[in-house]
C-alpha cells in the first residue's frame, strides 16, 4: 500500500468537506474491494474518509411504498432484516448470496453502488428496480447513475447518504455465479411493478444495462416462456477467461426465464 | 502519520499508534503477538485470518487496522475458556477436521457465527456458510462433520 492520510469523520459534511479539500482522497465504506485495490496499488489515493463512524448513514426503513437502505447498511443486514423480507424479498435473497459470509458482514450497499462493479449484484437490483440514489447533493435516478466500467454519476465530494426503493408487486435475481469468486458471470434482476417491467443485466457486459427487448415481451406476458427466443447480441458483451460474449449472451436470457420464473413463483 | 486506535481485544482494551496502513491482522499478530489469526492468501479470499469484529466475522486481511476503532475483537486466542477448548475446537480436533491445521483458526471462528444463527445446521448450510474459508488439505468433509458435532456440543 502506498501511504496515505486518514480521515474517521463523525457527519456527513464534514466528509464531503475533507474530500472536497483533497484533491486525491477517496471515500472508504466496507473496503472489500477498495482495500484489495490498495494493496495491489490498482488505487493510491492520497488520504481515505473512512465513512465508518457517521451514524446518518445507518438504518433501514420500510415507509408505505418505498424500502429505503442506508449507504452504510451492510450486505449482511439487509439479507437478514425484517423490513427489507417484507418489502422486498428479492433484495434480501441477493444480498445473501454477494461474495461470502466475512465479505457480507463488511461490505455496504453504497460502497458497492459507488464502485460499480462490472459483477456486481447490487446494480442490478438498484436498476431492476428503478430505485432513487439519494446523495448528500442531490437525487439521482438508477438510469441515470451507472455510467460505465467502475464509473458513476457520482462527483467529487459527493457521497450516497441512502437508496429508495419502490416495492415491486413482484421480483428476483437470477446469477450464474462464477464458481471461483462468487461474483455474476451474468445476474439477471427482473421486476413487475406500478405499470412497468424492468429487466438488468450484470455481469455480462462493462456496465450493468436494461435488456429493454425483454421488457416489452414482459410488459406484454410476465412468464417465461416469451423470453424463449430474445437474446441479447453478444457485440459489447464481455469475454474472457471465465466466458465467451457469446456464452454470456446465453446465459442472460437463461437466467432471465429462471428470474421471471421465481418472480411468478414468489420464491 | 500515526493514528490512535484502541480496541477491545479479547475481553482487553488496547490502544496503539499506528500508520493507518496497518491492517487488522498485521496489528493482532505483530502488535499484540495473538498469531493463532493467520495470514494465508492475503487477498481475501482464503479466510484464514477471520476474527470477530463486534461479533461478526470479518476477514483480518482485509480490514485496516483504524477501522476497527472502538470495536471489540474476538480471536480465536480469546475463544477458549481457561484452558479448556472450546467445545467448536474440540469437535474439529474429534472430527479429524485439520490436517495441517492452517485454516483451522479461521474455519472455527466463521463456524462460531454459523452456528449462532444456524443452532441446528445442516450439511448444505454447513457448506454454503464456509464460502469464505479455503482448506488445501482435508477435501472439507471432517470439517463439515466438525461444525456439525460443534454445533451439537455447544447446545449442551
Redesign the interface.
Known amino acids: ?1 502506498r ?4 480521515h ?1 469523520p463523525a457527519t456527513l459534511k464534514e466528509a464531503a468537506s475533507l474530500l472536497r479539500k483533497n484533491e486525491n482522497a477517496r471515500a ?1 465504506s466496507g ?2 474491494s477498495l ?2 485495490a ?2 495491489l496499488r490498482l488505487a493510491a489515493p492520497a488520504a ?1 474518509v ?1 465513512l ?2 457517521i451514524e446518518e448513514l445507518r438504518g433501514i426503513k420500510l415507509d408505505g411504498a418505498v424500502l429505503t437502505v442506508g449507504a452504510m447498511v451492510r450486505h ?1 443486514e439487509v439479507a437478514t432484516s425484517r423490513d427489507v423480507a417484507i418489502g422486498i424479498p428479492a433484495l434480501a435473497r441477493l444480498a445473501e448470496d454477494i ?5 457480507r ?2 461490505g455496504t450497499l453504497g460502497g458497492a453502488l459507488a464502485n460499480n462493479d462490472p459483477a456486481a449484484d447490487y446494480p442490478a437490483a438498484v436498476l431492476g428496480l428503478g430505485a432513487t440514489i439519494h446523495t448528500n447533493k442531490r437525487a439521482i435516478a438508477a438510469d441515470k447513475f451507472f455510467l460505465g466500467l467502475y464509473e458513476t454519476a457520482l462527483k467529487r465530494g459527493e457521497i450516497i447518504t441512502s437508496v429508495a426503493f419502490p416495492l415491486p408487486k413482484r421480483a428476483a435475481y437470477a446469477k450464474f455465479a462464477n464458481p471461483a469468486s ?1 461474483f455474476a458471470l451474468v445476474g439477471v434482476f427482473v421486476s413487475e411493478g406500478a405499470g412497468s417491467v424492468r429487466v438488468a443485466v450484470t455481469g455480462a457486459a462493462p456496465c450493468v444495462f436494461r435488456a429493454k427487448d425483454m421488457e416489452k415481451k414482459l410488459a406484454a406476458n410476465f412468464a417465461p416462456d416469451v423470453l424463449a427466443k430474445v437474446r441479447v447480441p453478444p457485440d459489447g458483451l464481455n469475454s474472457d477467461i471465465h466466458a465467451s460474449a457469446e456464452y454470456r449472451a446465453h446465459l442472460i436470457t437463461v437466467m432471465a426465464k429462471r428470474a421471471v420464473a421465481a418472480a411468478v413463483a414468489g420464491k | 502519520m500515526g493514528i490512535t486506535v484502541s480496541m477491545t481485544v479479547n475481553g482487553q482494551a488496547v490502544t496503539a499508534e499506528l500508520d493507518p496502513r496497518t491492517l487488522l491482522v498485521q496489528f493482532l499478530r505483530e502488535y499484540r503477538q495473538l498469531t493463532g489469526t493467520h495470514v494465508g492468501c492475503d487477498t481475501g479470499q482464503c479466510g484464514a485470518c477471520t476474527v470477530h469484529l463486534d461479533g461478526r466475522a470479518v476477514k483480518a486481511c482485509n480490514i485496516l487496522a483504524v477501522q476497527a476503532q472502538g470495536a471489540q475483537i474476538l480471536t480465536i486466542e480469546g475463544v477458549a475458556a481457561n484452558s479448556e477448548l472450546h467445545p467448536m475446537q474440540a469437535a474439529f480436533r474429534d472430527h479429524h477436521g485439520l490436517q495441517c491445521g492452517f485454516c483451522t483458526p479461521g474455519m472455527v471462528m466463521n463456524a462460531l457465527e454459523l452456528v449462532r444463527k444456524h443452532p441446528d445446521p445442516s450439511e448444505e448450510t454447513i457448506r454454503a456458510g464456509l464460502d469464505g474459508n479455503l482448506c488445501r488439505c482435508t477435501g472439507y468433509h471432517n470439517i463439515v462433520k466438525a461444525v456439525q458435532a460443534g454445533a451439537a456440543a455447544m447446545k449442551r
Open positions: 500500500m501511504a496515505f492520510d486518514y474517521r472508504l473496503g472489500q482495500i484489495p490498495l494493496k481515505l473512512d465508518g463512524a449482511s461474495g461470502d459470509r466475512q465479505v458482514n463488511m462468487r
